[in-house]
């Protein structure tokens, strides 16, 4: 055992150094050849399929199947390309389970649905380490667009303006691209820095200029923007946290889930990485599976989810509810933060109330339980940050748009989770910024 | 349990499941492993006459084509007769003999076409100890560019005067392997008839190039960048040997003439369809090629199940039960009317029904109901193809159902009638005569 295996409190270093590797191991391994062909043999090439009308980007999903039966992979990348040019992302991260492959008509003939997602990963992989590139630009248009937020909806939105011909710059705030491809997802879904080798088979097409360190609102303004490119997308995600609402939440090891996951996605050596001997994450949605998860591979000994509603409630799929317990993480339902108790202003545990819907309605029971715990995250959504967008209009606390992407402002565009509408998939994110591209052309076309 | 006990020209095997001429039948380790698994008999790879043992290509011999999961369909080889030395296969042919006297043992041959080859060759074998011969008319490929094999069978005069010689130099009875490479397979049943011959086995195998290889643009299996057609055996060709079996079973020149059924034979219902059409045993070569010997078991206990379940004591109660149901186009009934049923709670909704009827057939299958994706068939369009039937994945979700007589086709108007109404008195036809039963 590695020394500080059994130590309380917040540590790195929980795991022997050689365990790091085997636990972050790719969740799905790709499939080889034979694999990929046994496999796309079950697709019934339904008409107007299902999984593709399920699909947010709706790859001719039976299409590449049977292009990926017939040996014919670079076809198939063609095909999931032509839609979704962040492809080979969302076969790895897209929660399939709910989408296509829930959709598929064997999961209703026999429960086993063909497995889209990892065949569309065999012909993307295929594609993009080959480094083939499916589209050329079309004649330069001389218009110029500002891309803010280098994510999947601002990656999807400028590779489509620079087939079209436009010049685009992305600007960013981190100091990578990539967005929640890079900083927001669970490691073991995106290996070997895939999330950066995406980035650079987007752009290779040309025409895409990446400006990193660039935050709107500190380093340029919407206006600025607007005068200085001939249309602007902001895919620029949510930038705040919901608050616990919970007494001591600024207690000393009170985080919020996605910067732990952001460090330990960019962390060079994962042992650096600091997790609590007992955690736990509040939130029941794919952040808070996959902070939970990742904890509990980088060496917490327990580690509790607490969700305040129902498991059917929960936003994380099945799939992903399951993944967590295989991994040893303990979901607790109808339990909401109460009091983060602290000693020394560290965490030392946490109270929770029990609940229960009363007429519909989401009730304390005035009953409270003690989890003890030297960590906990906070995964109980984010939160657009306004200030961002000024003059923009907002429902709900995020940008109206219509159904081309269009805000209340001319010649501004927004697509993502920063928008009304926005799901926190990266699938319909990619979509989102794909039609708003399609948009901004037709806008600029009709302008000249 | 049913006896599945086959008496085939005087020939006993227990049960009916024999080895076609072939590679499995080429030696006696092959032939042992094969009794040992439960074959009821065999026919021993092809002897020619004696001398220099045949030569084979050194390169590969079979090609294939698969189905889903590379399964494999349809088989061709160009190998030829067998490339032992006839004294060392007469011998082994006589020790398994003796060592399993209750199998079947038919001895394959082929051997110039000449009175000589034919007289000198028949007794070696008859002394063996051997039940019978089989003339193999069949083989596509090498042998029949020297004038023996298809190139024989492909002559009925030819085939007849064999024949009349075999039956002239031995005792044994004579199966004569008919070739499908012709247009009409009955002719060259009713010359092996006419020549004297106990019974007939086909299919041999079709002339194929089953795949070009689009690195080399040869032919597939290529031998040093060259191709030649193979034989084409396997699942894929069971449709067109149940055919020519069915026309020389239901011929009234052929009609009683034993059958040993072959082509594709995979499974015990294969089986029991080739049996029903007429043939007394069967001959697999293709599926024990693919998995091995042992699926004989399954064919053995299929058919006997089979069997036992529709009350059958013996193999004899079934054979040819459907010879009389095949007739010619022109006999079957007009007045008989189906529609196709899409049964909702077996659909899976994957369409193919839908589309396969929409873009080529008759636009009578609905894709959507109270804006849900719903199949459903409108019998006011519905011409009763079974093409929905064929493509839908899912067993027994779509069935034909007949229109009662008395009920209205809703596609035509018309009332169904119980009357049999067939083409040769149909109003249309312009040679329509009275009308008179099916043959």
């Not at chain 1, 990446?210 to 249309?231: H, K, M, P, T, V």
């Not at chain 1, 000693?343 to 003890?372: A, S």
């Not at chain 2, 008919?178 to 397979?185: A, H």
């Not at chain 2, 007009?334 to 009827?357: E, M, P, S």
Request: hydrophobic share 40%; charged share 25%.
């Amino acid at each position: 055992m590695a020394g500080s295996a059994f130590k309380d409190g917040i540590a790195p270093g929980r795991l022997e150094p050689t365990q790091y590797a085997a636990n972050f191991a790719d969740l799905h391994p790709p499939l080889a050849r034979h694999e990929a062909l046994v496999e796309a043999d079950r697709c019934y090439f339904c008409y107007d399929a299902p999984c593709m009308n399920a699909c947010p980007t709706s790859i001719d999903i039976p299409m590449f199947i049977r292009q990926i039966a017939t040996d014919n992979p670079m076809g198939a990348a063609e095909t999931i390309f032509s839609q979704n040019i962040l492809g080979g992302m969302c076969a790895r991260v897209c929660p399939t389970e709910t989408l296509c492959e829930e959709a598929c008509v064997r999961e209703e003939a026999e429960g086993k649905p063909v497995k889209i997602g990892q065949l569309q990963r065999y012909a993307t992989d295929i594609a993009m380490e080959a480094g083939r590139q499916f589209f050329t630009r079309a004649e330069p248009t001389g218009k110029r667009i500002a891309v803010v937020g280098a994510g999947p909806a601002g990656l999807a939105c400028a590779h489509r303006l620079a087939v079209k011909g436009h010049e685009v710059v992305v600007y960013d705030a981190r100091p990578k691209a990539g967005g929640l491809n890079e900083y927001g997802i669970a490691s073991y879904k995106t290996v070997d820095g895939f999330a950066r080798a995406e980035v650079d088979y987007v752009t290779a097409i040309g025409g895409i200029a990446i400006e990193l360190g660039q935050r709107l609102g500190e380093s340029f303004s919407l206006d600025d923007l607007r005068a200085r490119y001939d249309a602007v997308f902001l895919g620029i995600g949510l930038g705040g946290v919901n608050a616990l609402k919970a007494e001591g939440e600024d207690a000393e090891g009170v985080r919020d889930a996605v910067d732990f996951i952001a460090e330990l996605r960019q962390a060079d050596d994962l042992s650096d990485v600091a997790v609590g001997r007992r955690v736990v994450v509040i939130g029941g949605g794919m952040t808070a599976i996959d902070a939970a998860v990742q904890a509990k591979l980088l060496g917490a000994e327990d580690l509790t989810i607490c969700y305040r509603r129902g498991k059917q409630e929960m936003n994380a799929s099945q799939f992903e509810q399951d993944l967590a317990a295989s991994k040893g993480v303990t979901i607790r339902h109808w339990l909401s933060p109460r009091r983060v108790l602290t000693q020394g202003g560290k965490v030392v545990g946490l109270e929770l109330e029990y609940m229960q819907l009363v007429d519909g309605r989401l009730t304390g029971l005035g009953h409270t339980m003690t989890i003890p715990c030297d960590q906990v995250f906070k995964a109980i959504g984010q939160t657009f940050e306004p200030r961002s967008a000024e003059g923009l209009a907002l429902v709900g606390g995020r940008i109206e748009t219509d159904g081309q992407g269009r805000t209340s402002r001319e010649g501004i565009w927004a697509g993502g989770d920063c928008i009304v509408g926005g799901d926190d998939l990266t699938v319909t994110a990619v979509a989102q910024g794909r039609d708003a591209a399609e948009s901004i052309h037709r806008f600029l076309a009709a302008a000249s | 349990m049913a006896d599945l006990t086959t008496h085939f020209v005087g020939i006993k095997s227990p049960n009916p499941f024999w080895l076609a001429s072939a590679p499995p039948t080429d030696k006696a380790y092959n032939v042992e492993r094969a009794f040992k698994a439960g074959w009821g008999g065999v026919v021993w790879k092809t002897l020619g006459e004696e001398g220099p043992p045949v030569v084979n290509v050194n390169g590969p011999r079979y090609g294939a084509i698969w189905g889903a999961d590379r399964r494999l369909l349809g088989l061709n080889n160009i190998e030829l007769i067998t490339d032992r030395a006839l004294q060392q296969n007469l011998r082994e042919i006589k020790e398994v003999k003796m060592k399993w006297p209750d199998r079947a043992l038919v001895v394959s041959i082929m051997v110039p076409c000449e009175e000589e080859s034919w007289k000198a060759i028949l007794p070696l074998v008859e002394e063996t100890g051997a039940d019978g011969i089989e003339l193999n008319f069949g083989c596509p490929h090498g042998m029949s560019e020297r004038g023996m094999g298809s190139a024989v069978g492909q002559v009925p005069e030819y085939v007849e005067m064999v024949v009349r010689w075999c039956k002239q130099y031995t005792r044994m009875p004579v199966i004569t392997k008919l070739t499908p490479n012709i247009t009409d397979i009955r002719k060259p049943a009713r010359a092996a008839k006419a020549g004297g011959t106990d019974a007939v086995s086909l299919i041999n195998t079709i002339n194929s190039i089953t795949a070009v290889n689009l690195d080399t643009f040869a032919p597939e299996p290529s031998i040093d960048g060259k191709g030649t057609h193979g034989g084409y055996c396997g699942p894929a060709v069971k449709p067109i040997a149940l055919s020519m079996v069915s026309e020389i079973a239901r011929d009234p020149e052929t009609f009683g003439l034993p059958i040993s059924g072959i082509g594709g034979i995979t499974t015990w219902r294969d089986a029991a369809e080739f049996m029903a059409l007429g043939s007394g045993t069967v001959q697999v070569c293709t599926a024990a090629m693919t998995y091995g010997f042992k699926i004989v078991e399954e064919m053995a206990t299929g058919l006997s199940n089979w069997m036992d379940e529709k009350g059958y004591a013996g193999v004899d109660d079934f054979v040819g039960r459907a010879v009389r149901n095949v007739t010619d186009w022109q006999y079957l009934n007009l007045n008989y009317v189906t529609k196709a049923r899409i049964d909702q709670d077996l659909c899976i909704k994957c369409g193919r029904c839908h589309i396969a009827c929409e873009d080529t057939s008759h636009q009578a299958i609905r894709k959507e109901k109270d804006g849900k994706r719903f199949f459903e068939v409108m019998d006011d369009e519905c011409v009763g193809c079974n093409l929905c039937v064929n493509v839908c994945p899912v067993d027994d979700c779509i069935t034909m159902v007949p229109v009662a007589p008395g009920l209205v086709d809703e596609r035509t108007g018309r009332v169904v009638s119980a009357d049999y109404a067939n083409w040769t008195t149909h109003p249309n036809n312009p040679m329509a005569k009275a009308a008179e039963p099916a043959e």
